[in-house]
């Protein structure tokens, strides 16, 4: 049966997905982490390669074989020309593997660009945002453990703002609300910022003596990205009680989303002219998919960010993601497939 691979590789899990010309999802399988960047390139392989097997697991339950036609892999942090080549190595030494079950028909990737005949490569957003609108078309805003805006319109100007990680941007995501609230909390100790509950809510939390102690959890104890993301839920819940100072964090969090938002329809909806005025691109009907953790907080943040946006852009659809990333990773791979 001729199929094809999605794969969605993220810092947290690896998803395959492998789908039928038809559009049906023969098989679904996870792994662990595939950022090579964090994890290093034969650890990437490894999860990429487990997830595989156990979609392709599930899929041969009902079919003698499988035969792959093209494959997308939409990976965290993979931009450059140097990731794209280390990433077409690990797609060639997947072929090789006698830990897949499965009739290869790809090629050989040795192109200089991300697409070889059938294998697209490219970074999880576009995935996401095919997955969320079900088109390679409009804009997607990422708020998680990171933060990214990308979109695309039909004459394939693409825009991708934020993404550039926890130490030089991901405003928006729950690690900037989470390191937001930890600040506040200092500074509220030390006397030199507003009053707020967060002082206590973190000691209650981490069973601290002092908020002093927030520097054994953050410095000695080396708490990763993930694990200080976690506590935007407390600047959340701190938020939902009314207390103001967090409530400016997450109204500022709001402004940054809404702000790489606006970015991108400014770059894809506009044309941007000599005289520095703009004109519209005519007709594009657009959809914003709002994906990751921070949409669902209980503070409202999806809310607020949607009343903002569809203040100025009364037309425009905010939306659920409509499917997986692993999902709009094999529709392109499909794409692909169906126009060689």
């Keep these: 049966m001729y199929c094809v691979l999605g794969i969605d590789g993220g810092g947290t899990k690896t998803v395959c997905v492998v789908m039928n010309t038809k559009k049906e999802i ?36 009902t079919k003698e074989s499988l035969e792959i036609q093209a494959i997308c892999l939409g990976l965290a942090g993979v931009s450059r020309p140097k990731d794209i080549e280390i990433v077409k190595k690990i797609v060639s030494d997947l072929q090789k593997s006698q830990n897949l079950p499965i009739i290869w028909e790809l090629g050989i990737t040795t192109q200089a660009h991300n697409q070889s005949n059938n294998i697209i490569i490219c970074h999880d957003a576009l995935i996401a945002l095919v997955g969320g609108t079900g088109d390679d078309i409009g804009i997607v805003v990422a708020a998680g453990t990171g933060a990214i805006a990308f979109g695309r319109n039909h004459q394939g100007i693409s825009k991708r703002v934020g993404g550039w990680g926890y130490i030089l941007g991901d405003e928006g995501s729950a690690y900037q609300i989470a390191i937001a609230g930890m600040k506040a909390a200092i500074q509220a100790d030390d006397g030199r910022g507003k009053l707020t509950s967060l002082v206590d809510i973190f000691k209650n939390h981490l069973q601290l003596e002092t908020i002093e102690d927030l520097i054994e959890f953050v410095y ?61 691109i005519i007709n594009e009907d657009f959809e914003i998919v709002t994906t990751g953790s921070v949409w669902k907080a209980k503070s409202k943040i999806r809310e607020k960010f949607i009343q903002v946006i569809n203040q100025k852009y009364p037309d425009i659809k905010i939306i659920s993601p409509r499917f997986e990333p692993a999902y709009g990773a094999c529709l392109l791979a499909l794409k692909q497939y169906l126009q060689k």
């Design 220 to 280: 000695r104890r080396g708490l990763g990205v993930k694990e200080i993301a976690t506590f935007a839920t407390l600047v959340d819940s701190a938020a939902v009680d009314g207390d103001g100072v967090a409530n400016e964090i997450i109204d500022n969090a709001v402004g940054e989303l809404v702000k790489a938002t606006f970015t991108v329809i400014d770059a894809i909806l506009y044309h941007h002219l000599p005289n520095s005025s703009t004109q519209p």
């Design 26 to 61: 023969l098989g679904r399988g996870e792994s662990g982490a595939a950022n090579y960047q964090t994890i290093g390139i034969d650890a990437a392989f490894k999860s990429i390669e487990l997830a595989i097997r156990n979609a392709v697991i599930e899929a041969l339950k």
